[in-house]
């Protein structure tokens, strides 16, 4: 079920409130008011959060391998030269 955040305009309390898309609160949890309306939440979904950190996460592991790469060749050319 959604969560949804609702404020009261008597009491100015907050509160969140999981129920059904087609329900509303029926009154207020701090002064039992009536003069309650919903707050607008904004929301996102997580498959988005997931391509943008493994996007991030392969960029990562991608400059990774290339200094990594740099750092064997200088290592090498270093042995060499004391040989």
Known sequence: MPIYVYECADCLGEWKESH???ED???CHWCDGSNIKRI???FS???DKKKEKAA???DLTKEFIE???KDLK???QELNKDR
């Open 20 to 22: 059904g898309m087609h």
């Open 56 to 58: 991030k996460a392969g």
């Open 67 to 69: 200094n990594s790469k």
């Open 25 to 27: 609160s029926e009154g």
């Open 40 to 42: 607008p939440s904004f």
């Open 45 to 47: 979904t997580s498959l």
């Open 74 to 76: 200088l290592q090498k």
